[in-house]
């Protein structure tokens, strides 16, 4: 005995179907068009716009003139020396942070909370009061430079002492980027890893280090990054001796204060241009280290 079906009635249900599929999928969050809109526009107000007044003035000078300014023996000295610095300062970052993470995220002990907050410290400190506390600290007559200036180590007003202060003020970029990373692993991976034999430097170099080098990378830019732009947590320490201690942005206010605005934006639109090729090839090789992560073995 064969049942038999009646058609689907074309009931609402029915008749709501061609409207889906012709219709335009509806989003998750209402409002795209307006919201890019607004973005764009904030994005052109806060950054394109003043980036376009940079470029305009400088296409004020001639190239001669675009020359001279950018590659005077002074110039390219303070350019050696800031973005040297600034690597430097995200190197030591780069490895002191992920060992700060890693105790904060992993280790419990007396004073944890404290320390914890003590890592943001150079967030909320200003940076002139930051420069002027390093100062007094290692200089000549402070309290450690006291020790270390008769054993021949001086370290204010010298281009270590540009690297300290970079160190500082970069330090929390790199800690607050690979603390969440760490606290989402999973410890489960490492317990396999040590139940099949591992030793620690494997479990280290195997299962952690692809996890967590994402986030070193982003806080490496970061740091990097602050640390090419600073300036008065640097003034004060550095000394701003012409070809030995003179950072960039110094250049920039000398030429400022000297009405010399082209001058001025022409050093700033290399620093520009230097700065932003690094972060493009940094921003590449995460990418390529997240395409490798995850491709299959």
Known sequence: MSIATSPAPLGAAGAAAPRRASGKAKRVLPGFGLTLGYTLFYLSIIVLIPLSALLFKTFSLTWP??????????????YQLTFGASLLAALVNLVFGLLIAWVL????????????????????????????????????????????????????????????????IGLPFVVRTVQPVLEDAEKELEEAATSLGATRWQIFYKVILPT??????????????????EYGSVIFIAGNMPMISEITPLIIIGKLEQ???????????????????????????????????????
């Open 65 to 78: 003139q675009f020359w001279e300014a950018i590659s005077s023996p002074r110039v390219v000295a303070s």
């Open 105 to 168: 995220v992993r280790y419990p002990f007396p004073g944890k909370k404290i320390v914890d907050a003590l890592v943001d410290l150079p967030f909320a400190l200003p940076t002139a009061v930051a420069g002027i506390s390093l100062t007094a600290l290692l200089a000549g007559n402070g309290w450690i430079g006291q020790y270390l200036e008769p054993l021949g180590i001086q370290l204010a007003f010298k281009p270590a002492g540009i690297v300290i202060a970079l160190i500082f």
């Open 212 to 229: 967590v080098t994402p986030a070193l990378m982003t806080g490496f830019a970061m740091a990097f990054a602050r640390a090419v732009g």
């Open 259 to 297: 009405y010399d605005y082209a001058g001025a934006t022409a050093v700033a639109v290399v620093m520009l241009l230097i700065s932003f090729t690094l972060l493009l090839i940094i921003n590449a090789l995460q990418a390529w280290q997240r395409r490798h992560a995850g491709a299959p073995a």
